[in-house]
C-alpha cells in the first residue's frame, strides 16, 4: 500500500518528488494521470472529483515522459506530431528548440524529414530525453508528468535536459518523479 499523500498545486506550479525506488512514486503518477484510480481519499482537479469527470477528457490533461522514450520508426516530424497530430512545422521546431535539439535538428540534412528508430537515425540517451521533452511541449497539455525522465544519463546531461525541460513547460505544471538529485533546483519545490 502507498502511503496517504496531501498534496495541492497550483496551476504553474512544478514539484519534485524524490525517495527511494519502490515508495510509490511511479504510482503516484499513474493516480494523477488516471491510468489507476485512488483507492481512498480524494483526487480533485479544478476543485472537481475526478470520478466525476470523463477519464478520455481527464487523461488529455496530461503530458507523461518516462526514463524510456519510445523513438518510432518514422520521422522525426511524425515522433513529434504523436503528442498533437495538426502540429505545424512551425510548433515543431520551436518545441526542438525549446527542449534542446534545434543544433542536432539543423546537422540533419532532411531536417523534421530525416528517419529515426530501426533503418534511420539512432538518438543518444541525452537525445531521447529531449525528444521526449519536444513531445510534451508540442502536446500542449497543462499538466507534465515526469517519471525518472533522467534516469539513464551522466550528472551534467541529467542537469541539462532538466534545465531545458523546465524553460519549455514554464507555462505548465510539472511533477517529476526521481530517485536522484540531479537537477531539484529547478523546481519550485521538493517533497
Given at each position: 500500500?502507498?502511503?496517504?499523500?496531501?498534496?495541492?498545486?497550483?496551476?504553474?506550479?512544478s514539484?519534485?518528488?524524490?525517495?527511494?525506488n519502490?515508495?510509490?512514486?511511479?504510482?503516484?503518477?499513474?493516480?494523477?494521470?488516471r491510468?489507476?484510480?485512488?483507492?481512498?481519499?480524494?483526487y480533485?482537479?479544478?476543485?472537481?472529483?475526478?470520478a466525476?469527470?470523463?477519464?478520455?477528457?481527464?487523461?488529455?490533461?496530461?503530458?507523461?515522459?518516462d526514463?524510456?522514450p519510445?523513438?518510432?520508426?518514422?520521422?522525426?516530424?511524425?515522433?513529434?506530431r504523436?503528442?498533437?497530430?495538426g502540429?505545424?512545422?512551425?510548433d515543431l521546431?520551436a518545441?526542438?528548440?525549446?527542449?534542446?535539439?534545434?543544433?542536432?535538428?539543423?546537422?540533419?540534412?532532411?531536417?523534421?524529414?530525416?528517419?529515426l528508430?530501426?533503418?534511420?537515425?539512432g538518438?543518444?540517451?541525452?537525445?531521447?530525453?529531449?525528444?521526449a521533452i519536444?513531445?510534451?511541449a508540442?502536446?500542449?497539455?497543462?499538466?507534465?508528468?515526469l517519471?525518472?525522465?533522467v534516469?539513464?544519463?551522466d550528472?551534467?546531461?541529467?542537469v541539462?535536459?532538466?534545465?531545458d525541460?523546465?524553460?519549455?513547460t514554464?507555462d505548465?505544471?510539472v511533477?517529476?518523479v526521481?530517485?536522484?538529485?540531479d537537477?531539484?533546483?529547478e523546481?519550485?519545490?521538493?517533497?
Amino acid at each position: 500500500d502507498m502511503p496517504a499523500v496531501t498534496l495541492a498545486l497550483r496551476p504553474g506550479a512544478s514539484l519534485a518528488i524524490t525517495g527511494a525506488n519502490g515508495a510509490g512514486k511511479s504510482t503516484l503518477l499513474a493516480v494523477l494521470a488516471r491510468h489507476i484510480d485512488p483507492t481512498s481519499g480524494r483526487y480533485a482537479l479544478a476543485g472537481e472529483s475526478v470520478a466525476d469527470l470523463d477519464l478520455d477528457r481527464t487523461r488529455e490533461r496530461f503530458a507523461i515522459v518516462d526514463d524510456e522514450p519510445h523513438v518510432f520508426a518514422s520521422t522525426l516530424r511524425e515522433n513529434l506530431r504523436l503528442a498533437r497530430p495538426g502540429a505545424s512545422d512551425a510548433d515543431l521546431l520551436a518545441a526542438v528548440d525549446q527542449a534542446g535539439l534545434a543544433a542536432m535538428v539543423a546537422e540533419l540534412p532532411a531536417g523534421l524529414d530525416t528517419m529515426l528508430g530501426t533503418g534511420g537515425r539512432g538518438l543518444s540517451g541525452g537525445e531521447r530525453a529531449r525528444l521526449a521533452i519536444a513531445r510534451a511541449a508540442v502536446s500542449r497539455r497543462p499538466v507534465v508528468l515526469l517519471d525518472e525522465p533522467v534516469a539513464h544519463l551522466d550528472h551534467s546531461t541529467a542537469v541539462a535536459v532538466l534545465r531545458d525541460l523546465r524553460e519549455a513547460t514554464a507555462d505548465r505544471t510539472v511533477v517529476m518523479v526521481s530517485h536522484r538529485a540531479d537537477g531539484l533546483e529547478e523546481f519550485d519545490s521538493v517533497m
